[in-house]
Nanobody
Framework: QVQLVESGGGLVQAGVSLRLSCEASSRTFNTWAWFRQAPGKEREFVAAITGSGGRTNYGNSVKGRFTISRDNAENTVYLQMNSLKPEDTAVYYC??????????????????WGQGTQVTVSS
C-alpha cells in the first residue's frame, strides 16, 4: 500500500520561510500536489508539479511566495514557503495523481493523500 508522509510543519512567525517534504513509500507518480485546509474552510489547492518537474501550477494566494519541486530519485516532493503570512495557517496535505501532467486544482483527480502536517504562522 502506497503511503505519503509529510514532514516539516511547525509554528513560525510571519515573514519567515518553511519547507515541507512529502515522501512516497514505494513508487513515483505522474503528478504531485500540495493542498491545504484551514479550520472551517474547504481544502484549497496550493501547487502541483508534473513528473519531469518541468511544469508547475500554483494557487493565486501563494504565487510568487511558494515553490514546489520534486526529487524523483527520492520519491519526494517539496514545498518551499517564503514570506509566510498568518493566513497561510492550515493543515498542508500532499497528494499524488496517476494522471499524466495533471496540474488541476480539482482534488478529485488525486488518488493518494498524506495525513497532513500543521503549519501555524503567528503575527
Amino acid at each position: 500500500q502506497v503511503q505519503l508522509v509529510e514532514s516539516g510543519g511547525g509554528l513560525v512567525q510571519a515573514g519567515v520561510s518553511l519547507r515541507l517534504s512529502c515522501e512516497a513509500s514505494s513508487r513515483t507518480f505522474n503528478t504531485w500536489a500540495w493542498f491545504r485546509q484551514a479550520p472551517g474552510k474547504e481544502r484549497e489547492f496550493v501547487a502541483a508539479i508534473t513528473g519531469s518537474g518541468g511544469r508547475t501550477n500554483y494557487g493565486n494566494s501563494v504565487k510568487g511566495r511558494f515553490t514546489i519541486s520534486r526529487d524523483n530519485a527520492e520519491n519526494t516532493v517539496y514545498l518551499q514557503m517564503n514570506s509566510l503570512k498568518p493566513e497561510d495557517t492550515a493543515v498542508y496535505y500532499c497528494a499524488a495523481s496517476n494522471y499524466r501532467d495533471y496540474l488541476s486544482a480539482n482534488l478529485n483527480g488525486y488518488h493518494y493523500w498524506g495525513q497532513g502536517t500543521q503549519v501555524t504562522v503567528s503575527s
